[in-house]
């Protein structure tokens, strides 16, 4: 297994200093930079829309993770493309033909991912795993920061490593909620590669040193 990943979400920054929290953010030991695209209907919540992501996207020196909580992901592949996403996550759940959906997404030139809600068991991917690059575990109901972690996520992450070795797939495991530095060994020890970390990064009083002891923590 490589170094486990830290990705960083922008849900939790401040949304008045942007500039100065995405500039924090490419100083820091981060890995990858979590953008939550929400629309309303597939989650009770609307983040921020094309022309914020746009500029965000500009200044970001990281490896751009976009994670869709829209319905019909498919009509915005091409917009993600050109705005600079390096892996487009969408939902299991938002897609009617996920397998075509995850080969527009690498026609388009970006790495695919699927994300998974709680409630949607790991092997509905079974048949497209060696086709995903990352899967995105959702370890609380996706739409907001802060929410308490869920701790079968852990199970689920062990079913989803087994199927990965099994296939011989080199596919990721991101985890996405409640992630803090007192679940991510345990989070890693069942399989984790990737930990996205919004509230525990963003409201510690120095973030910079956060990430780079949760990146710490995780890779012992
Ligand atoms: C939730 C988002 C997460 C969120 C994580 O819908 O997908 O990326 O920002 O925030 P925390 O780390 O605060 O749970
Ligand atoms: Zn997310």
């Not at 500039?23 to 209907?41: K, P």
């Not at 026609?107 to 699927?114: E, I, L, N, R, T």
């Not at 079913?159 to 099994?166: C, S």
Request: glycine share 6%.
């Amino acid at each position: 297994m490589g170094t486990v990943k830290i990705a960083p979400s922008m849900l939790a920054a401040d949304f008045a200093n942007l500039e100065r929290d995405i500039h924090m953010v490419n100083q820091s030991e981060a890995d990858w930079f979590h953008l939550d695209i929400m629309d309303g209907v597939f989650v009770p919540n609307i983040s921020f829309g094309m022309p914020v992501l746009k500029a965000m996207a500009e200044h970001t020196k990281k490896t751009l993770d976009v994670h869709l909580m829209i319905v019909d992901p498919d009509r915005y592949i091409e917009t993600f493309a050109q705005i600079g996403a390096d892996v487009l996550t969408v939902h299991a759940e938002a897609c009617t033909h996920l397998h075509r959906t995850l080969q527009a997404i690498k026609d388009a030139g970006m790495q695919a991912g699927v994300a998974l809600n709680p409630h949607t068991p790991v092997n509905v991917l079974e048949d497209v795993i060696n086709d995903i690059d990352v899967v995105c575990i959702m370890s609380v109901n996706p739409g907001f920061g802060g929410q308490k972690f869920i701790q079968n996520t852990y199970a689920k992450v062990r079913k989803l490593r087994a199927m990965i070795d099994a296939h011989k797939s080199a596919t990721l495991i991101e985890i996405d909620g409640g992630v803090n530095a007192t679940n991510c060994t345990d989070l890693v020890e069942a399989g984790a590669d990737v930990l996205v970390a919004g509230s525990f990064v963003f409201s510690s009083k120095n973030p910079l040193e956060t990430i780079k002891n949760l990146r710490q923590v995780a890779n012992t």
